[in-house]
């Protein structure tokens, strides 16, 4: 599948540096560990630690997650290394791809060490590097392996986030979450956003922000809206057989699981048992199929969806208005 985000023309002038992505040997750089943890920083929100970043400038501009400091009226701050917390604030973010961008308010012409930012996804099968504070231990470096081809998407139903990411076999622990993911080079191959659950138990997949985003978003400076539908999607085939029944055999299609109250999906009168079977005319099987079209509009565009509700046999013709990703909340009152 390709996405119309892939094909991103970036500006190369001027920080930051981007590497290619020719394919390397498999000697693992005997300094690596040391590189990543010097341009590294961890990320405090309200003085409590809420992730993990990473310098991608020498001029003080820090990459971190975007649900890490994705609320109103908060001070964060960065640690980082012997000039322990200095104060930050967030200059981008891309809730599309979970990735911010913060600024570092430190010593005037201060330069900081930074990591380049790879060009492309490694190819799958090919190991790569997370740098953060899992489960609030410091410096921690863990392995992975590029799980797949390409990017997909994933709906963050308690974050009520549509991203856009690529999954790779690694356990990735809380307090990772904006920490770099590294090639054998140190080069950033993409950003910790998140981690698939079963049972309420991490399933060792996790969710990472791409390359291409993370460069767009370091080089423009400039928050990137992304339209959203309100909700998840399910493919009709995943769920049980009995629901599957209530169709027509052979159907095909997505379920909005879960909805977002008063979203774009709740606006238009779907339910958890909608079945969108086609849009802008075209026959949906798969939820990336549908997840693409949506990150091709901008929010506030209307698009056109078949809906098959369970023991009919006619769809019916729905019109549903996107809307940007769901605006920060306001600080909590207490911790």
């Known amino acids: 599948m390709i996405h119309k985000s892939s094909f991103i023309v970036f500006l190369l002038a001027g920080w930051p ?4 992505c020719t394919s390397f040997n498999l000697g693992n750089d005997a300094g690596l560990y040391e590189k990543v943890k010097a341009a590294s ?29 994705n609320r109103t009226n908060i001070h964060i701050e960065v640690v980082f290394g ?12 891309d809730k599309g791809s979970d990735i911010a961008l913060l600024l570092v308010k430190g010593e005037k012409g201060a330069r900081y060490p930074y990591l380049m930012v790879a060009k492309c996804i490694p ?10 504070s899992a489960l609030y231990c410091h410096g921690i470096m863990l392995g992975g392996i590029v799980a797949r081809e390409g990017t997909t998407f994933t709906y963050y139903g308690d974050r009520q986030m549509l991203v856009r990411c690529y999954h790779v076999t690694a356990p990735s622990p809380p307090g990772t979450s904006g920490g770099p993911w590294v090639d054998r080079r140190g080069n950033v191959v993409g950003n910790q956003s998140g981690f698939i659950t079963h049972h309420n ?26 339209a959203v539908l309100g909700c998840g999607l399910e493919e009709l085939w995943t769920q049980s057989p009995g629901f599957i029944k209530r169709f027509p ?3 095909e299609g ?5 909805i977002d109250k008063d979203g774009p999906v709740d606006a238009a009168g779907l339910t958890k048992e909608s079945l969108i079977v086609s849009v802008e005319g075209k026959s949906i099987r798969y939820k990336d199929d549908f997840y693409a079209v949506i990150s091709s509009r901008k929010p506030g565009d209307v698009i056109n969806v078949k809906v098959l509700d369970p023991d009919k046999t006619t769809a019916r013709e729905v019109k549903i208005k996107l809307v940007d990703q769901v605006p920060a909340a306001k600080k909590a009152d207490s911790p």
């Open 41 to 69: 920083v961890e990320i405090l929100v309200d003085g409590h630690l809420e992730g993990s970043g990473w310098f991608a400038d020498p001029a003080g501009y820090v990459v971190t997650a975007a649900h890490a400091v």
């Open 201 to 226: 138990a991490g399933a060792g997949i996790a969710l990472v922000s791409p390359p291409d985003s993370i460069g767009r978003l370091v080089t423009s400076r400039q928050s990137i809206l992304t």
């Open 254 to 258: 997505v379920i909005t699981i879960p």
């Open 123 to 132: 190819r799958a099968g090919e190991p790569i590097y997370l740098y953060g």
């Open 17 to 20: 540096m981007f590497s290619g």
């Open 82 to 93: 012997t000039k322990g917390r200095m104060p930050a604030e967030l200059v981008a973010r």
């Open 249 to 251: 055999q052979g159907t």
